[in-house]
């Protein structure tokens, strides 16, 4: 049997995503609560705790419990997904730009960046993400051409990870990431909506085929404001 508190809880998380509570607004006072809800306390508390550990509300002591920002897209750390499965996932107005697209010749770092001893040609794409009108992401990838080739605009405009896998026939395995936060770029002025933000969350990721080949490394930089880096975290025993 479902418990109250989970349809309270799931209640108060539509009233502040369609904007009923806005951020940075009062909830009601556990009183009001109970009565709105013909319920005790213990009940409405347990609603508010699951509010506030998924990151709707903070409970303030004399004020009670503020509405936080929610207004974030959820950009998950772990797992391999492609900028196109998020947007379909998320439902928003989303477009890519592709700002450059071409072979160069890697220098040493490069060239141990990604494991390329023999000095392959590496494709450089450099991408900004439309979302909802603002440019929030821009994103560097650097791919081995011996593994991936015939990138074109279209191909990197829609999936680089479905023409791998569904045209070239590769399977992607896993990632090795880095998250830091770095001063705002001249390049990101340039490509992106930065607006008055002066610092990005840039992910460094180092992908992997199934054969554990390193085949490309993505530097994405997001506007801090916009997203929400989760991750699933299970306790080993």
Known sequence: MKKKYLDIYNELVMSIRDGSFKAGERLPSEHELCV?????????????????????????????????????????????????????????????KVHELYLLEPDRKLAELLDNTEKVPIWRVVRSRNIDGEKVILDKDYIRQDIVPGLTKTICEDS????????LGLAISYAKKEIVVEPVSEEDRELLDVNNHDQMVVIRSFVYLEDTTLFQFTESRHRPDKFRFVDFARRSK
Do not use: M, W
């Open 160 to 167: 680089l990870y479905e023409y791998i896998e569904n045209k």
């Open 36 to 96: 709105r809800y013909d319920t005790s306390r213990e009940t409405i508390r347990k609603a508010l705790h699951l509010l506030a550990q998924n990151g709707y509300i903070q409970k303030v002591r004399g004020k009670g419990s503020i509405v936080l920002d929610s207004d974030k897209y959820e950009f998950p750390v772990s797992g391999l997904t492609s900028f196109k499965e998020l947007t379909n996932q998320s439902g928003q107005q989303i477009q890519t």
